[in-house]
């Protein structure tokens, strides 16, 4: 783990150095692409600001998550328990709900539901559904079907053969939907803000770009990705935690 | 310690075993009707084991299905009491230990967990389990999960175990083990078993009838019944010439 904590930071320091030459040598207007170090500075002496924003979009984002992934995992369980019917009804419209554009829809839901938190709640439930619904359906639908069988003779009931076989299955389709959300959870977030708010990392971002605030806006970005990042890690850990065998290798045999 | 039985020991005599009668299989395929089983006939006696071998492809894990009453037959007639799959593969859940997996046919019938433990604990350590009643699947060996699987089969309390290439997957050593832990349950815990296998000396060493079934569709070809004193060797005069007897039903020449 910090072996991978070190590479990823040389990783970063390399490309930020890259970046800082190109800008340094004249390869961009500073008020186009900023240098990392302007960046850096903007963090720093907008530091009150930035965070103010920051907690607004992180409790935005959390709760966002929160709601997708419930009605994710309730929407996935409802079409696997129809997959006749509710299944190939649903699922169409749960692949054209990804191709929506959220900065055409994002007004409409401040529309109906204000500048409050709701709208962008629902924004970012929509844009991150449907990896949860997909992995953890994939989860539910991967169980062996021998196995369910093998339940039969063991005269468990449907309800029965969900909740002690495919329902741990899912499980971890449904992790791997959730830490794919969080990355486009941030973008919608972004976007919600955008659309109607006084508040929040993206509506920062959206007045820094309009006063040539660049460096602000960048660091607004930066924040915005580590956010991102802490979540995928935070996920990734809460998984490990929870479902140690699925990261199990077959280890040393006894006999 | 106290081995408590699963349940109370089932009265076996006088009881109907099993009966397979005249029975067809198909299923509709994209390019036609396929029959897997046609005319397939077989009898258990309660508390007997009867082994099946045959060609691959000829039906044998259908007729189990058929007897577990997961498929309903086409024609003909299938009576048995209730009976318990073990598949080939050992199926176990990989998020559960060795016993809760074990207890897992008692749990989804509805016990409660502490319950359902409780009963496949002293099996676990009657299998030789006893040290790895909390460890996961994937550190158990080949023949420890199989040893697992069985016990879950068995602990699901029906008169009939439906055993599906149970040791296929196992090398020459465990198997033989497995055949002893087999045997020895068996006399605590009698059953009527039907034990599907590909290895005909398996099925001499182990079972009281041997039902040979053709290439598909399956039917039974011969019905051998193998009365020799056990515990039974494959190196037995006896047991090698009932051997060359089902080959040879089995159409191998020798
Ligand atoms: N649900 C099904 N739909 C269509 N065909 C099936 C179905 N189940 C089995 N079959 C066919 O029936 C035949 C018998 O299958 P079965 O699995 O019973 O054979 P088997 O004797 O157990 O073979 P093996 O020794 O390889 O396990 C096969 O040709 C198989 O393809
Ligand atoms: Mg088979």
Request: without cysteine; proline residues 11%.
């Given at each position: 783990m910090k072996r991978v904590a070190v590479r990823a930071i040389v990783l970063l320091a390399l490309l930020a150095g890259a970046w800082e030459a190109y800008v340094d040598l004249g390869g961009a207007d500073p008020l186009i692409l900023p240098a990392p170090h302007a960046v850096a500075h903007a963090l720093y002496i907008d530091r009150a600001l930035l965070w103010r924003n920051f907690l607004v979009t992180a409790e935005e984002i959390v709760l966002g998550i929160l709601v997708a992934a419930t009605a994710a995992f309730a929407l996935a369980v409802a079409l696997h328990f129809s997959r006749r019917t509710l299944r190939p009804a649903v699922y169409p419209l749960l692949v054209a709900s990804q191709t929506v554009p959220i900065p055409m829809v994002a007004p409409l839901f401040v529309l109906w539901?204000?500048?409050?938190?709701l709208p962008k709640l629902v924004v970012i439930a929509l844009v991150s559904f449907f990896s949860i619904v997909v992995t953890t359906l994939a989860g539910l639908a991967a169980v062996d079907p021998e196995l369910i069988k093998l339940m039969r003779t063991f005269d468990a009931s449907r309800a029965r053969i969900f909740r002690h076989v495919e329902l741990p299955a899912a499980l971890p389709g449904l992790f791997t939907g959730a830490k794919i959300a969080v990355v486009v959870a941030v973008i919608g977030a972004v976007f919600a803000e955008q659309a109607g708010s006084n508040a929040g990392l993206g509506f920062v971002f959206q007045q820094a770009i309009a006063q040539l605030l660049t460096a602000r806006a960048y660091a607004a970005v930066a924040i915005l990705s580590a956010f991102a990042i802490a979540l995928f890690a935070l996920l990734s850990a809460a998984e490990r935690l929870a479902l140690p065998w699925a990261y199990e290798t077959p280890g040393e045999h006894p006999r | 310690m106290v081995q408590a039985p699963?349940?109370?020991?089932?009265?076996?005599?006088?009881?109907?075993?099993l009966s397979v009668e005249n029975v067809t299989r198909r299923f509709q395929t994209r390019r036609g009707v396929l029959a897997a089983l046609e005319g397939m006939s077989l009898h258990a006696r309660a508390g007997e084991m009867v082994a099946v071998v045959g060609p691959s492809g000829c039906g044998k894990s259908t007729l189990l299905e058929l007897i577990c009453g997961l498929q309903r037959p086409d024609c003909g007639r299938v009576d048995s009491e209730p009976a318990a799959l073990m598949p080939q593969?050992?199926?176990?859940?990989?998020?559960?230990?060795a016993l809760d997996n074990a207890s897992l046919a008692l749990r989804v019938a509805g016990t409660p967990r502490r319950q359902a433990r409780a009963q496949a604990a002293p099996w676990l350590e009657r299998f030789g389990l006893g040290d790895f009643r909390d460890t996961r699947p994937a550190h158990l060996s080949g023949g420890m999960r199989q040893r697992v699987s069985l016990l879950r089969s068995l602990l699901a309390g029906k008169p009939v175990l439906a055993l599906d290439e149970?040791?296929?997957?196992?090398d020459a050593i465990t198997r033989h083990e497995m055949h002893g832990w087999l045997a020895r349950v068996l006399a605590a815990e009698p059953r009527t078993v039907v034990l599907v296998t590909h290895d005909v000396e398996e099925a001499i060493v182990l079972a009281d009838q041997v039902v040979v079934m053709s290439p598909?569709?399956?039917?039974?070809?011969a019905a051998i019944d193998v009365t020799l004193p056990?515990?039974?060797?494959?190196?037995?005069p006896s047991v090698v010439e009932l051997r060359d007897r089902a080959l040879s039903a089995l159409g191998v020449e020798r």
């Open positions: 539901l204000g500048f409050g938190i | 699963v349940k109370e020991p089932f009265d076996l005599h006088g009881a109907v075993g593969r050992d199926l176990l859940l990989p998020w559960l230990s149970p040791f296929a997957a196992l598909r569709p399956g039917r039974a070809v056990r515990p039974r060797h494959a190196t037995d």
